[in-house]
């Protein structure tokens, strides 16, 4: 069955630290796709990034990160030199090619970022 | 550049009244989801529509809960004899292209049944 698990529920950093949020998957599929969602206070989920099963190339976009290993089935998530703007809930999530697309969402993790 | 929106923001209805969600989705997208999002359960799929094809209705939670989508556009999520373990937020995201593509999501509306 398909399954995401983000194990942290709250992480509390300060200003400037770095921090990785989990994300392990399940799925029978060899096709699927990893999405990583960002929640703010306002509510609105905001895309970040995609992933397709074929791909395991990390990817970095500015303070973001992210670490794809198929052999563990996650999905890794790290924000360098944190800010206060980061704080937020975050949701890893998993679609699969054969399973009608839907995300399928972790719990997700709330990130507080203090100064 | 027009997101997806939804209507009500905010929906506070007695128990056993019926409720009608609006989303409008972002032109052209041809995917179309509902989600709810509550506390206990966290983000869960309801209802995916795409394109003329017949909708896949594996998450709604009961047969109180409908939804039609109009003209390939606009989507109405009905629920009927409303409960209030129906409390929650309601998402509806649109997506273009494959299912690789990301969806995009809407600002929700919150029912809140008393």
């Known amino acids: 069955a398909q399954k995401v698990t983000q194990a942290q529920t709250e992480i509390s950093v300060v200003e400037k630290e770095d921090v990785t949020l989990d994300c392990v998957y399940e799925?029978?599929?060899?096709?699927?796709?990893l999405f990583w969602y960002k929640q703010p206070p306002s509510g609105e989920l905001v895309f970040l990034i995609r992933r397709n099963s074929f791909d395991e190339q990390n990817e970095i976009s500015g303070r973001y990160s992210w670490n794809f290993q198929k052999s563990t089935s996650s999905f890794n998530f790290t924000i360098t030199a944190s800010q206060v703007v980061d704080s937020a809930v975050y949701f890893c999530?998993?679609?699969?090619?054969?399973?009608?697309?839907?995300?399928?969402f972790g719990k997700g993790t709330t990130l507080s970022v203090s100064s | 550049g027009a997101g997806v929106s939804q209507s009500p923001s905010n929906k506070v209805t007695e128990k056993g009244k019926d409720v009608e969600l609006r989303c409008d989705p972002i032109s052209g997208h041809t995917a179309l989801y509902w989600y709810r999002q509550s506390l206990g359960q966290g983000l869960e799929f309801l209802i995916y529509f795409q394109g003329n094809s017949a909708p896949d209705k594996s998450g709604l939670p009961s047969d109180r809960f409908s939804a039609e989508r109009t003209g390939g556009s606009v989507s109405t999520l009905t629920i009927q004899r409303t409960q209030q373990e129906d409390s929650a937020v309601y998402l509806c995201?649109?997506?273009?292209?494959?299912?690789?593509?990301?969806?995009?999501f809407g600002p929700g509306t919150r029912l809140t049944v008393l």
């Open positions: 799925t029978r599929d060899t096709t699927y796709y």
């Open positions: 995201a649109s997506r273009i292209g494959g299912e690789w593509n990301e969806q995009f």
């Open positions: 999530a998993l679609s699969e090619a054969q399973a009608g697309t839907a995300l399928i």
